[in-house]
T-cell receptor, first 107, second 114 residues
């Protein structure tokens, strides 16, 4: 079993849609959680950290479920510019990256 | 803004060649990292460094070495390139401490070994 697993997608959604990604992790001792965004042929960039109580940044909401060992990212009112690959990242003693979930937002 | 630069965007090398990938960051970050990214496998850590002349193995160090002679520069060396080292190589840097795990990435070097 992979340490961090994501549905690779692609997720194809129309503009304005709400889309959610899940990510599961195997190490129950994991301490911190993040979502990174990677545009096509570009480097990953930090999108947001994920806090135990859940957190929101504009149209983006991140949640953590420690009991079930997963984190989620919800994007509301999708924009064309949200098209990218979203990487789930988990920290135990080191950072572990998921393989990413591809999102394509269509007009 | 943090800037992380890598010496080449695209590189083609022959099997057996020695390959140097250079990474420079301009924000005085203590930590620097080398990853490779392959489809379906995500980013995998090759080596990292917490300080000048200091290096630690990551998950897949075999076939690679690194050098950090100056704080701003972290080099990845393929002693004898092989076709299974064809990949996208990403360098990253971060501050020490609480910000340790917010990493800033360079644009990547796509290496093809023929």
């Amino acid at each position: 079993r992979k340490e961090v697993e994501q549905d690779p997608g692609p997720f194809n959604v129309p503009e304005g849609a709400t889309v959610a990604f899940n990510c599961t992790y195997s190490n129950s001792a994991s301490q911190s959680f993040f979502w990174y965004r990677q545009d096509c042929r570009k480097e990953p960039k930090l999108l947001m950290s994920v806090y135990s109580s859940g957190n929101e940044d504009g149209r983006f909401t991140a949640q953590l479920n420690r009991a079930s060992q997963y984190i989620s990212l919800l994007i509301r009112d999708s924009k064309l510019s949200d098209s990218a690959t979203y990487l789930c990242v988990v920290r135990g003693g080191k950072l572990i990256f998921g393989q990413g979930t591809e999102l394509s937002v269509k007009p | 803004d943090v800037k992380v630069t890598q010496s080449s965007r695209y590189l083609v090398k022959r099997t057996g060649e020695k390959v140097f990938l250079e990474c420079v960051q301009d924000m005085d970050h203590e930590n620097m990292f080398w990853y490779r990214q392959d489809p379906g496998l995500g980013l995998r850590l090759i080596y990292f460094s917490y300080d000048v002349k200091m290096k630690e193995k990551g998950d897949i160090p075999e076939g690679y070495s690194v050098s950090r002679e100056k704080k701003e520069r972290f080099s990845l060396i393929l002693e004898s390139a092989s076709t299974n080292q064809t990949s996208m190589y990403l360098c990253a840097s971060s501050l020490r401490g609480l910000s340790l795990y917010e990493q800033y990435f360079g644009p990547g070097t796509r290496l093809t070994v023929t």
